[in-house]
Protein backbone atom coordinates (compact mmCIF):
# COMPACT_ATOMS: atom_id res chain seq x y z
CA UNK A 1 0.00 0.00 0.00
CA UNK A 2 1.63 3.67 -0.88
CA UNK A 3 0.05 5.04 2.45
CA UNK A 4 -2.87 7.48 3.28
CA UNK A 5 -3.18 10.25 1.32
CA UNK A 6 -6.03 13.56 1.13
CA UNK A 7 -7.56 16.31 3.06
CA UNK A 8 -10.57 16.05 5.00
CA UNK A 9 -12.89 18.94 6.19
CA UNK A 10 -15.18 17.57 8.99
CA UNK A 11 -16.95 18.87 12.02
CA UNK A 12 -17.00 18.41 15.50
CA UNK A 13 -20.60 18.21 16.82
CA UNK A 14 -21.03 19.45 20.71
CA UNK A 15 -19.62 16.08 22.24
CA UNK A 16 -16.27 16.41 20.80
CA UNK A 17 -17.10 14.10 17.90
CA UNK A 18 -16.42 14.25 14.12
CA UNK A 19 -17.43 11.35 11.04
CA UNK A 20 -14.92 9.41 9.83
CA UNK A 21 -14.69 10.17 6.03
CA UNK A 22 -15.74 7.44 3.44
CA UNK A 23 -12.76 8.24 1.36
CA UNK A 24 -10.52 7.51 4.17
CA UNK A 25 -11.81 4.55 5.67
CA UNK A 26 -11.80 2.93 2.26
CA UNK A 27 -7.94 3.52 2.14
CA UNK A 28 -7.69 1.57 5.12
CA UNK A 29 -7.05 -2.06 5.17
CA UNK A 30 -10.55 -3.77 6.97
CA UNK A 31 -8.56 -5.07 10.53
CA UNK A 32 -7.71 -1.36 10.48
CA UNK A 33 -10.86 0.59 10.13
CA UNK A 34 -11.70 0.81 13.61
CA UNK A 35 -9.24 1.25 16.26
CA UNK A 36 -7.13 4.25 16.62
CA UNK A 37 -4.38 4.98 18.91
CA UNK A 38 -4.27 9.21 18.99
CA UNK A 39 -1.64 11.23 20.05
CA UNK A 40 0.01 14.81 19.94
CA UNK A 41 1.44 15.33 16.87
CA UNK A 42 4.50 17.68 15.13
CA UNK A 43 3.21 21.49 15.61
CA UNK A 44 -0.03 22.38 16.41
CA UNK A 45 -2.16 19.14 15.83
CA UNK A 46 -2.93 16.07 17.01
CA UNK A 47 -1.84 12.43 15.32
CA UNK A 48 -4.50 9.57 14.42
CA UNK A 49 -2.68 5.99 13.65
CA UNK A 50 -4.47 2.72 12.86
CA UNK A 51 -3.68 0.36 15.84
CA UNK A 52 -1.10 -1.61 13.48
CA UNK A 53 0.64 1.17 11.91
CA UNK A 54 1.30 2.71 16.28
CA UNK A 55 2.33 -0.98 17.11
CA UNK A 56 5.12 -1.03 14.38
CA UNK A 57 5.72 2.77 15.53
CA UNK A 58 6.76 1.49 19.11
CA UNK A 59 8.38 -1.72 17.70
CA UNK A 60 10.70 0.87 16.25
CA UNK A 61 10.70 3.20 19.26
CA UNK A 62 11.57 0.27 21.13
CA UNK A 63 14.88 -0.42 19.72
CA UNK A 64 15.71 2.99 21.16
CA UNK A 65 18.63 3.25 23.81
CA UNK A 66 17.05 4.42 26.63
CA UNK A 67 20.02 5.25 28.90
CA UNK A 68 20.63 8.57 25.97
CA UNK A 69 18.91 11.20 27.74
CA UNK A 70 17.84 12.88 24.61
CA UNK A 71 16.12 9.45 23.56
CA UNK A 72 14.55 8.89 26.46
CA UNK A 73 12.75 13.07 26.67
CA UNK A 74 11.67 11.71 22.60
CA UNK A 75 10.25 8.65 23.68
CA UNK A 76 8.52 10.41 26.57
CA UNK A 77 6.88 13.17 24.14
CA UNK A 78 5.92 11.33 21.76
CA UNK A 79 3.70 8.81 23.74
CA UNK A 80 2.81 11.69 25.87
CA UNK A 81 -1.30 11.91 26.19
CA UNK A 82 -1.64 8.85 23.89
CA UNK A 83 -5.00 7.42 24.21
CA UNK A 84 -6.12 4.41 22.09
CA UNK A 85 -9.95 5.11 20.75
CA UNK A 86 -12.22 3.44 18.20
CA UNK A 87 -14.93 4.63 16.05
CA UNK A 88 -18.62 4.33 17.48
CA UNK A 89 -21.58 2.48 15.84
CA UNK A 90 -22.20 5.17 13.78
CA UNK A 91 -18.38 5.59 12.54
CA UNK A 92 -17.84 8.36 14.65
CA UNK A 93 -13.92 9.60 16.42
CA UNK A 94 -14.41 11.38 19.74
CA UNK A 95 -11.40 13.82 20.43
CA UNK A 96 -10.89 13.68 24.26
CA UNK A 97 -11.38 17.31 25.69
CA UNK A 98 -8.01 17.52 26.89
CA UNK A 99 -6.54 16.76 23.75
CA UNK A 100 -8.80 19.30 21.65
CA UNK A 101 -7.90 21.76 24.18
CA UNK A 102 -4.08 21.17 23.97
CA UNK A 103 -4.20 22.17 20.25
CA UNK A 104 -7.28 24.79 20.64
CA UNK A 105 -9.55 22.56 18.16
CA UNK A 106 -12.50 24.41 16.95
CA UNK A 107 -15.49 22.98 15.18
CA UNK A 108 -14.05 23.63 11.92
CA UNK A 109 -11.31 20.44 11.68
CA UNK A 110 -9.42 19.68 8.99
CA UNK A 111 -8.09 15.91 8.45
CA UNK A 112 -4.68 15.60 6.57
CA UNK A 113 -3.93 11.74 5.54
CA UNK A 114 -0.32 10.84 4.47
CA UNK A 115 1.80 7.52 4.88
CA UNK A 116 0.99 6.05 8.19
CA UNK A 117 -1.10 8.49 9.70
CA UNK A 118 -4.13 11.55 10.04
CA UNK A 119 -2.96 14.68 11.37
CA UNK A 120 -6.30 16.09 12.93
CA UNK A 121 -6.02 20.22 12.41
CA UNK A 122 -7.91 23.48 14.01
CA UNK A 123 -8.94 24.67 10.29
CA UNK A 124 -8.23 28.15 10.58
CA UNK A 125 -4.51 27.06 12.14
CA UNK A 126 -4.29 24.62 9.51
CA UNK A 127 -4.38 27.07 6.84
CA UNK A 128 -2.17 29.37 8.61
CA UNK A 129 0.63 26.90 8.63
CA UNK A 130 0.27 26.16 5.02
CA UNK A 131 -0.03 29.77 4.09
CA UNK A 132 3.01 30.69 6.45
CA UNK A 133 4.90 28.11 4.34
CA UNK A 134 3.75 28.22 1.08
CA UNK A 135 6.34 30.71 -0.12
CA UNK A 136 9.05 28.22 0.61
CA UNK A 137 8.11 25.24 -0.46
CA UNK A 138 10.23 24.91 -3.79
CA UNK A 139 13.20 25.71 -1.37
CA UNK A 140 12.17 23.12 1.28
CA UNK A 141 11.47 20.79 -2.03
CA UNK A 142 15.06 20.99 -3.16
CA UNK A 143 16.68 20.63 0.34
CA UNK A 144 14.22 17.52 0.95
CA UNK A 145 14.24 16.15 -2.34
CA UNK A 146 17.16 17.56 -4.44
CA UNK A 147 19.47 14.59 -4.16
CA UNK A 148 17.03 11.97 -5.40
CA UNK A 149 18.46 11.45 -8.21
CA UNK A 150 22.09 11.39 -7.18
CA UNK A 151 23.45 7.49 -6.68
CA UNK A 152 23.59 6.47 -2.95
CA UNK A 153 27.30 5.56 -1.46
Known amino acids: ?5 GEFE ?3 DSKGRFL ?5 RKQLAPTAQRDFMLNKGFEDCLTLYPIMDWEKMSERLS ?3 LFKPKNRMFYRLFHQGAKQIALDNAGRVLIPTAHAERIGLGQEVMLIAYNDRVEIWDKSKYFSM ?3 NITD ?4 AN ?5 LDEPKE
Open 10 to 12: VKL
Open 143 to 147: EVMGD
Open 20 to 24: FPAGL
Open 63 to 65: QMN
Open 130 to 132: IEE
Open 137 to 140: FADL
Open 1 to 5: MAGLV
